[in-house]
């Protein structure tokens, strides 16, 4: 009676160390993923962050500024004003 109960206990304890290793096993695992999934989507944040705006900012300058083929001037493309020739396309 006191043998089986014994090996019953150290069964137990035996399946709850497995079961409280595997749990720290996968809390490990898990927060690794964790981290990698949060360094990832912080890194594409930041790089995002940091060229889009960049980026949009430039091609929105380039596509709004126009070269004056006549005077030379850098004219906004939207609402762009004569320099005063006659030759000049864009008209005030
Ligand atoms: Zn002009």
């Not at 069964?11 to 709850?16: K, L, Q």
């Not at 705006?53 to 030379?72: D, I, K, L, Q, T």
């Amino acid at each position: 009676m006191f043998g089986f109960s014994l090996t019953k206990i150290l069964f137990t304890v035996a399946v709850i160390i497995i079961v409280w290793q595997g749990y720290k096993w996968l809390g490990r695992m898990q927060t690794r993923r964790d981290a990698i999934a949060r360094e990832g989507a912080r890194g594409k944040g930041r790089g995002g962050r940091a060229t889009a705006p960049a980026a949009a900012s430039s091609s929105a300058e380039f596509e709004e500024m126009v070269e004056c083929p006549v005077c030379g001037d850098f004219v906004p493309a939207r609402g762009a004003v004569s320099c005063g020739r006659g030759e000049c396309p864009y008209r005030g």
